[in-house]
Each structure stands twice: as structure tokens, then as C-alpha cells.
């Protein structure tokens, strides 16, 4: 199975301020015939399902502010989230869709300082 | 507009038996690759298996955990895939969504309940 990481386990940010997360996997999830990367960002709020927020590493889902981002290859990954929002406290997880068995990030819990 | 709706969840006491749907609407299900994952109470995201198209051969892959005890069908006619459980045990209480990847992105259910206790 492909195991994902994420760092770090929670993190408290001011309003305003960048938040950066970062998902290692521990083989490369890059797709070389389609230069892709099968790697996806979700934000879950409680009580709700994950909502996807980027795809292929780097491409923002529809409806998605962008002030959230995502960067990376092969196996490092980062989720930046450039100016935070009230709105934005969550838990985030990291996901690879490259292997039939799809692995999660442990996730990474988003404060206000 | 893509809709997926799981139903079925509830409470059922160890060594019991569900089955959960979850019924799509907005794309073609039959070329969909459909897969179940859950989420235990405060615990993270955890595959549970994969039903290819039967286009694409039909195949079903598990996670360890519910191999032998869960069962991935899909009935294409009703645009539904189902997720049989049997034996269950405490540790199987979660939320459980259906997925799909659909072009590029990835579509979820709300999700159904399913606690198992004594």
C-alpha cells in the first residue's frame, strides 16, 4: 500500500496568514505516460463529508476560492493556503488515487491563532 | 448535476448484517468505477473497495479489513451500487460514502451512519 504523510498533525494560523501543508507519499504517484499526478486535497468540516478542493496535485475544483493551492510531484506535495479565513478551520487530508487501493493522509487540523 | 445518495446505514448489533446503497444520478453509472470508503467517529479516511465497470471487466478489489465480510455489487440498470455487510464488528462503525472519479474530479456522497453495538 502506498503510505501517505502528512505534516504537520495541526497547525494555528493568524487570519490573514499563509498555511502550508505538506503529504509525502512513499512512492511516486506520478503517472509518467500522462504527467500526472494522482493526488487530491480535501477539506472536511464536522459533521460534513470531505469536500474536494484540488485534483492532479495542482488544478483547483470548480467553485473553490484561490486562496487554496496545491503544488508538487512525484511524491511531495503541498497544500497552501495564502490568506486564511475564518471559514477555512478544518481538518485537511491528502489523497492518492494512482493505486487501485486508494491511502489517505492521517489529516491536519487548521486553527485561528 | 452529479448526486450520489447512500441509504441503509442504522444501528446493528454485532455479527449482524447491512446493506447499504448509494444511488447516483448526473453521469453515466454503468462506465463509472465506483468505490466505498468510510470514516470511523474522530478517525481519518479509510478505502474499503472498488468496483470496476463491467466494460472494463466488472472487477472488485477489498481492502483487508472487510475482505470475506463486505461485498461490492453494483446494479446498472438502477444506477445504484450496493455494499453488503455481514459479520460486523464494533470497529466497523463509521460513515460510509460511495465515490466515484468522474473526468478529473472526484465526487462523494453525503454519507450513511452505520454503528454497531451491543
Known amino acids: 500500500d502506498i503510505v501517505m504523510t502528512q505534516s504537520p498533525d495541526s497547525l494555528a494560523v493568524s487570519l490573514g496568514e499563509r498555511a502550508t501543508i505538506n503529504c509525502k507519499s512513499s512512492?511516486?504517484?506520478?503517472?509518467?505516460?500522462?504527467?500526472?499526478?494522482?493526488l487530491a486535497w480535501y477539506q472536511q468540516k464536522p459533521g460534513q463529508p470531505p469536500k474536494l478542493l484540488i485534483y492532479?496535485?495542482?488544478s483547483r475544483e470548480s467553485g473553490v476560492p484561490d486562496r487554496f493551492s496545491g503544488s508538487g510531484s512525484g511524491t511531495d506535495f503541498t497544500l497552501t493556503i495564502t490568506s486564511l479565513q475564518a471559514e477555512d478551520v478544518a481538518v485537511y487530508y491528502c489523497?492518492?488515487?494512482?493505486?487501485?487501493?486508494?491511502?489517505f493522509g492521517q489529516g491536519t487540523k487548521v486553527e485561528i491563532k | 448535476e452529479v448526486q450520489l445518495v447512500e441509504s441503509g446505514g442504522g444501528l446493528v448489533k454485532p455479527g449482524g448484517s447491512l446493506r447499504l446503497s448509494c444511488a447516483v444520478s448526473g453521469f453515466t453509472f454503468s462506465d463509472a468505477w465506483m468505490t466505498w470508503v468510510r470514516q470511523a467517529p474522530g478517525k481519518g479516511l479509510e478505502w474499503l473497495g472498488r468496483?470496476?465497470?463491467?466494460?472494463?471487466?466488472?472487477?472488485?478489489d477489498y481492502a483487508a479489513p472487510v475482505k470475506g465480510r463486505f461485498t461490492i455489487s453494483r446494479d446498472d440498470s438502477k444506477n445504484t451500487l450496493f455494499l453488503q455487510m455481514n459479520s460486523l464488528k464494533i470497529e466497523d462503525t463509521a460513515i460510509y460514502y460511495c465515490?466515484?472519479?468522474?473526468?478529473?474530479?472526484?465526487?462523494w456522497g453525503q454519507g450513511t451512519l452505520v454503528t454497531v453495538s451491543s
Open positions: 465515490t466515484t472519479v468522474t473526468g478529473s474530479t472526484i465526487q
Open positions: 492532479w496535485a495542482s
Open positions: 512512492q511516486s504517484i506520478l503517472y509518467s505516460s500522462k504527467n500526472t499526478n494522482y
Open positions: 468496483v470496476k465497470s463491467k466494460s472494463d471487466g466488472g472487477a472488485i
Open positions: 489523497q492518492q488515487y494512482y493505486d487501485t487501493l486508494w491511502t
